[in-house]
């Protein structure tokens, strides 16, 4: 047969023609086994493979240390205490004059949650290759069953965030000298980025340096002992960035001086859903377990395992920690 000259043109119709779409992502519904043509056997499956995501929980942060033995969170907060005239008489020295005592607030368990899984021994090895894939499908249950938690917890820490917005706001409308909540349009351009970066730098000036008692909900004088920016969504950095950093003569004099993390949501806000940044004292929530547990049980007749993960959290939010929130609510 005369070999057919490779043109451009020709290779085009060969190769849409031979990629052809119908042979692939077949459904599960829609695959047929195919027999060779000579022999009649099936033709066999020559790879078997499962693509996977890596999951972290970006918020370690907020990791508190474990309560193995109480759940509940008890934050008391003892005030400052103002001078007085001095009293040569001597005659109130031997006088109690106790500290001031704010009321104390109180954080209590979440309840107890189980993860389940079951790694079955004589059912996957029958679709199965061999041994390396036995070992990788048990891994991917393993896995999985690991990342549900890694997840689920890192969307507790992103709602405990909203959580910290939803009570600042609260607090906000029920104290007007609060200087908590700073209403400011999205950034998109140059000149709302630039005026947001203004507004978030006078406010870590005023959180981290000066002593105020209006910067948090319990009214109280603070510093904050860290700080941290948190903003929501991801077309909120990219547009700092470009718009107001890029363009900067001097980055350094116009990057935002802390760590910044852009997170997909603060879960589901019910106070002001238009806060899209929480610039917070690292203090001021934390994520605590209490006595988290696996175990795993053996079925011998059904010739299974079951893995089982229990754990329980206690969020804690500070009333006395320095917090700001940023929202679009009347900018």
């Known amino acids: 047969m005369a070999q057919t000259k490779l043109t451009l043109a020709n290779l085009a119709t060969l190769v849409k023609s031979y990629i052809d779409n119908s042979n692939i992502l077949i459904s599960s519904d829609d695959?047929?086994?195919?027999?060779?043509?000579?022999?009649?056997?099936?033709?066999?499956?020559?790879?078997?493979?499962?693509?996977?995501?890596?999951?972290?929980?970006?918020?370690?942060?907020l990791d508190g240390e474990e309560l193995p033995y109480g759940t509940t969170i008890e934050e008391y907060f003892i005030n400052l205490l103002l001078a007085k005239d001095w009293d040569g008489t001597g005659v109130d020295a031997l006088a109690p004059d106790d500290p001031i005592f704010e009321n104390p607030y109180y954080s209590t368990e979440l309840g107890r949650k189980t993860y389940k899984t079951t790694l079955r021994d004589n059912v996957y090895e029958k679709a199965l290759l061999g041994s390396n894939e036995a070992s990788a499908i048990a891994s991917q249950v393993i896995k999985k069953w690991l990342d549900s938690r890694t997840i689920t917890k890192y969307g507790y820490k992103r709602q405990l965030l909203g959580n910290v917005a939803d009570l600042v706001v609260a607090d906000k409308t029920a104290n007007s000298t609060r200087t908590t909540v700073h209403p400011h349009v999205l950034p998109t351009d140059v000149l709302t980025a630039e005026s947001f970066i203004k507004l978030v730098k006078k406010r870590i000036t005023e959180l981290r340096d000066f002593q105020t008692d209006s910067n948090n909900m319990g009214g109280v004088i603070a510093k904050a002992d860290s700080l941290i920016l948190y903003v929501k969504g991801s077309d909120l950095i990219p547009e700092l960035d470009v718009e107001a950093l890029a363009g900067a003569f001097n980055q350094s004099r116009v990057e935002i001086p802390i760590e910044v993390k852009a997170l997909e949501n603060f879960g589901t806000m019910e106070e002001d859903t238009g806060v899209f940044a929480i610039l917070m004292d690292t203090r001021t929530a934390r994520l605590h377990p209490h006595r988290l547990a696996t175990e795993s049980q053996r079925n011998g007749e059904g010739e299974f395992t079951n893995y089982f993960a229990h754990e329980t959290y206690t969020a804690f939010v500070s009333k006395f920690t320095n917090v700001n929130v940023f929202t679009t609510t009347g900018a």
């Open 31 to 61: 695959y047929a086994a195919d027999r060779e043509a000579y022999s009649n056997l099936i033709v066999k499956i020559g790879k078997q493979i499962m693509l996977d995501s890596n999951f972290t929980d970006r918020l370690g942060e």
